[in-house]
């Protein structure tokens, strides 16, 4: 008995000492989780007429099908509604005033050269990163095929598809032909297919890199997909616009005073007056541009469930800025009204409890890098101005108590800046005047009554003023009006 105890007392202690060994092995062998992938995608001067923000006319299947996946943040709100200002904050997790791109020439590399930007950061990562369309600015539609104010820092690779949209540009029927193109009020309902036109291009190169992606199987991706429509000039294939008859579209209402709104409320030159059989046509060109990159979004996130990963994939959709389509009797976007302000976010984050409905919180496109950080598990920049929405993403109605704070210039040096809460917009202008706007959104939703010189709504704005300057210390207090 004692001959057998003894090596079977050496074998259990040999056994345990080895052990240590079994599970670092077994560790080794084990499979590592892989971070989430993350698809980023654009839609470039896209408002709020889409039908999962309520919208009974304009059909967006495919961003519904998102909206049902994701929480659909009804009151989103860009920081500089211009293409370039506006996208130059995002990527770089800066307020305009921070990163100082107030024009469509300039690039942030020179005026912020070592800011890490939401792509790059990825890519620091071990992601393997990935641009095709327009992401960062670019003119449209004169850089369209080109990198325009990309930035080499930021991705591995990137695709500038160039469609027959481009070589059919003097087909155009064109109501301001004295600027140019990328402000002009003009349209193309187009021969041919969609994979024929520049927006069909890109979900064909977003596929393809969605497979490409996939070659490294123990590897992230992050892949940004930049739609160009609805920018003007609105081009489409001939069967979208067949889906808006214009005698069927109901054109927004005007306002009926705009005596007690300061001038640079307006952006010159943008106020053209058409009759209203011409701008229903306007607006046909407008939705049909809109379900033409649906109908792209669509293709893309085919492949994405398609290649497995749908369910390991974090997806982001927002567009620079929202659009005027004469409401006010402004065109288009630079502007501090609403309809300009506030743009169209969805952020599908599987598994979180919040997917499927909306959330009425005031959020701004600042958020959407360290909400995809957040996600994602990666160290957050120390330079971020915006939040993480996770709480958001988990909780739609979740307590959340931050405005949001959308800047334009005028010509001459004047800066307006408006501050969006649940309830109020408040508007100061540093004209050396230092005019105001206040508007009600609970009783006027439309911004028609400026409520500014108003004395019942003095303590209001006083606090709106004082809200405005704490979340915005490098704004100069102007001199106020006292009218």
């Known amino acids: 008995m004692h001959a057998l105890r003894t090596p079977l007392l050496l074998l259990i202690g040999w056994t345990l000492s080895m052990l240590p060994v079994f599970a670092q092995a077994q560790r080794q062998h084990a499979p590592v989780k892989r971070r989430p992938n993350v698809l980023l995608i654009a839609s470039d001067d896209l408002n709020n007429h889409i039908g999962s923000y309520g919208h009974p006319l304009v059909r967006t299947p495919n961003l519904d099908r998102l909206a049902k996946r994701g929480v659909r943040f009804n009151q989103a709100y860009c920081q500089f509604p211009w293409c370039s200002p506006s996208r130059s904050s995002m990527l770089t997790g800066l307020r305009p005033d921070s990163v100082k791109i107030y024009d469509l020439q300039k690039h942030f590399r020179e005026t912020v050269p070592n800011v890490v930007t939401l792509p790059q950061l990825f890519k620091q990562h071990g992601y393997f990163t990935a641009r095709v369309g327009k992401i960062y600015h670019y003119s449209v539609p004169g850089g369209i095929g080109t990198s325009g104010l990309d930035d080499t820092l930021s991705w591995h690779t990137v695709r500038n598809p160039k469609g027959r949209d481009k070589a059919e540009e003097h087909l155009l029927i064109n ?6 193109l990328g402000s002009a009020l003009a349209w193309l ?76 409320a307006y952006m010159p030159g943008f106020n053209w007056s058409f009759p209203d059989s011409t701008k229903r046509k306007i607006l046909q060109a407008y939705y049909a541009s809109i379900t033409f990159m649906d109908a792209q979004l669509g293709r893309v996130l085919d492949a994405l469930e398609k290649s497995g990963e749908a369910s390991n994939t974090i997806i982001a959709f927002w567009s620079d800025h929202g659009y005027l389509l004469s409401e006010h009797d402004q065109w288009e976007k630079n502007s501090l009204f609403e309809e300009s302000a506030r743009m169209p976010l969805l952020i599908a984050a599987p598994g979180e409890r919040g997917n499927g409905k909306a959330s009425p919180r005031i959020v701004e496109l600042l958020d959407v890098y360290p909400t995809l950080v957040d996600w994602c598990g990666l160290p957050a920049p120390g330079h971020l101005m915006g939040r993480s929405l996770l709480p958001l993403l988990r909780n739609p109605q979740a307590t959340w108590n931050h405005p949001a704070i959308t800047q334009i210039n005028r010509k001459g040096g004047t800066m307006g800046y408006s501050l969006r809460t649940e309830r109020y917009r408040y508007t100061v202008w540093q004209n050396g005047q230092g005019l105001e706007e206040l508007y009600d959104h609970q009783t006027d939703p439309r911004e028609y009554t400026n409520l500014a010189n108003n004395p019942d709504y003095k303590a209001k704005k006083g606090e709106l003023r004082q809200e405005l300057y704490k979340l915005n210390p490098s704004l100069l207090k102007p001199q106020i009006s006292r009218k």
């Not at 109501?175 to 140019?180: A, E, F, H, K, S």
């Open 175 to 180: 109501l301001t032909p004295n600027i140019g």
């Open 189 to 264: 309902a187009a021969d041919g297919t969609d994979e024929e036109q520049t927006d069909g291009m890109v979900a064909t190169e977003a596929v393809k890199l969605l497979a490409q992606a996939r070659q490294e199987p123990d590897r992230p991706f992050f892949l940004a997909v930049g739609f160009f429509r609805p920018h003007c000039p609105y081009i489409a294939p001939k069967k979208y616009f067949d889906l808006y008859p214009p005698d069927k579209i109901p054109l927004p209402p005007r306002d009926p005073d705009m005596s007690d709104v300061p001038q640079d």
